[in-house]
């Protein structure tokens, strides 16, 4: 059992996946978690384990973080629970598959709120407090498809671009600070995504394609914890990541697609 360090993390969307990883791995090390979540039963049952396994302290926060007000809502929480947030960790997110012109606009403004709106709340809000303490990380779940014109899935390629970039503006302007930001960057992984976005029979869903999120999670726990600024996940991703650096937007917006292509049944 690991004794507790009394440090705590807050996480977004734990409650399957990636996140999930993320918050097994802060448990085993002692970190005392803030589960931010809309599966309140799951995220219960969740965080119960972590109690009984690893002796922390995990505050469950009911939340639809797609929702106007909702990160600050939060925030306002964890701070007049008196609960000081050594690490945040941007994680949830999602997606909506399929050609622009077709998709539903309403699905896609949620996404853009989720995916970017969210974040940059939390990012502001957290960080404020950690610049004044001069200690704090933040681990931002970015993407592969961050520096990747990505077809059939324009706006969520879009808002992980956001990320990239304004990530990689804070880490400039954090420099002589206690405080890092970490960009994850996973290909495509074994979650909840593709299915919630409709995309289960896609090509680069297919099993041999996809990533163990336990793998992933690990390499963004380790990068968070070194202060390294990005972790590409996987040694093709990191292939792939040097080759798209030389190749014209065009022809990866080309290759993304046949990626996205449905597998014929």
Known sequence: ????????????????????????LFAENGYNIVH????????????DDLIMAHNIKVTNIVKDLAEPNAAKEVYEEVRSKGIVVDILVNNVGAGVFGKFSD??????????????????????????????????????????VS?????????YAGTKAFIYIFSQSIINEL???????????PGATDTDFFREAGAEDIKIHQPDQLADPAKVAKDGFEA??????????????????KLSNLLPDEVIASQMAKMNERVEK
């Not at 420099?175 to 930001?181: C, D, E, I, P, Q």
């Open 147 to 155: 520096k990747a014109p990505t077809p059939m899935q324009a706006v």
């Open 175 to 185: 420099k002589g600070t206690n405080v890092t930001v970490t960009l994850l960057r």
């Open 1 to 24: 059992m690991t004794e507790n360090n009394n440090k705590t993390v807050l996480v977004t969307g734990a409650t399957s996946g990636i996140g999930y990883e993320l918050a097994k």
């Open 103 to 144: 998709t539903d606009l309403d699905e896609e403004l949620g996404t853009i709120r989720l995916n970017i709106d969210t974040l940059v709340i939390f990012t502001k809000l957290f960080l404020k407090d950690m610049i004044a303490r001069n200690e704090g990380k933040i681990l931002q779940l970015a993407s592969m």
């Open 224 to 241: 968070l914890m070194r202060g390294d600024t990005t972790v590409v996940s996987g040694i093709k991703n990191n292939i792939q990541d």
């Open 36 to 47: 931010v979540a809309r599966n309140g039963e799951k995220m219960k049952e969740i965080g």
